[in-house]
């Protein structure tokens, strides 16, 4: 059984391996263990799953994800700094910990990572969006996420329709998996403390999406849409057919992006497509 506790500090190991946290790459490391270990709970039970972790830093984070009951730990981290420390720790990880030294964007993590596949990870906050909608993008190779955002990202992902945090991000996640902010996370529980609040957000791919749509269509219905968040919808879509897209999707034309629920959303998608076909 892998027990964290046993192993050196991690102060001591950023301090061997010189892992001063770089803005550049948008490092704030978690030491205290029994944080780390909150998060690895908030995913739920790992056991037999492939555990993909993304910015993994010195490891603090992995060592929990370690001491769970995951098949496998698959620790993505770019900086070789980390890497180095990463491939220390997999000497004590008993075979269960793969470090691949890659940058996260674009990293096809399908052909890297055998299913069931779940992303547990207190994301780089400079890429912590690009990738989620990458992620999403292929909702279905994954069984969830359980991840690390600045909390204003965090009420993006869970808003509801009527609220100003509503728009793209919040359609997409909610469109294909059901999310929740599980805890906060203060900006003193990290090594350099950043300027804001964090959040970890819990999202659970759903079986069925909450609408029948085309992924690709459904982008871009909703960036148009809230291109222009603060215009009545037959004006924010005129370029995508108007007040004729929006009578076939049952959609009234003087509603506002942010009133629509994401089935909404999914009857202009398909409307478009129809269009299209």
């Excluded at 690895?40 to 492939?50: Q, T, V």
């Excluded at 555990?51 to 001491?67: D, F, K, M, Q, Y």
């Excluded at 400079?126 to 965090?154: C, H, I, Y």
């Excluded at 999707?249 to 509603?255: F, I, L, R, S, T």
Aim: net charge neutral.
């Amino acid at each position: 059984m892998f027990d964290a506790g046993r192993l050196p500090p991690l102060r001591e190991i950023v301090g061997r391996f010189d892992i001063a946290a770089q803005k550049s790459l948008g490092q704030h490391f978690l030491f205290d263990l029994n944080l780390t270990r909150r998060i690895a709970s908030a995913a739920g039970d790992l056991g037999d799953l492939n555990v993909i972790e993304i910015g993994a830093g010195p490891g603090g984070l992995t060592r929990a994800l370690l001491e769970s009951r995951a098949r496998h730990v698959y620790a993505v981290e770019r900086d070789p700094r980390a890497v180095a420390a990463l491939r220390e720790l997999a000497e004590s990880a008993g075979g269960r910990l793969t470090v691949i030294e890659a940058d996260a964007l674009g990293l096809d993590l399908t052909s890297r990572v055998p299913a069931p596949r779940r992303v547990v990870s207190n994301l780089p906050y400079n890429v912590g969006t690009p990738l989620l909608v990458e992620w999403l993008s292929r909702a279905d190779a994954f069984l969830g996420f359980t991840l690390m955002f600045q909390k204003e990202v965090a009420e993006r992902i869970v808003a509801s329709p009527r609220s100003k945090a509503y728009g793209r991000l919040s359609v997409i996640s909610q469109w294909l998996t059901d999310a929740r902010i599980v805890f906060d996370v203060p900006a003193s529980a990290f090594v350099p403390p950043p300027n804001v609040t964090s959040s970890v957000v819990n999202m659970e791919v759903r079986t069925v999406p909450r609408g029948a749509a085309d992924h690709e269509t459904l982008e871009l219905v909703t960036r148009a849409a809230f291109g222009q968040r603060r215009k009545m919808l037959r004006r924010a879509l005129s370029s995508l057919g108007g007040a004729e897209l929006l009578e076939a999707a049952g959609v009234p034309g003087d509603a506002r992006a942010e009133d629509l629920e994401i089935e909404q959303f999914c009857a202009l998608a398909r409307a478009l497509r129809d269009q299209h076909d």
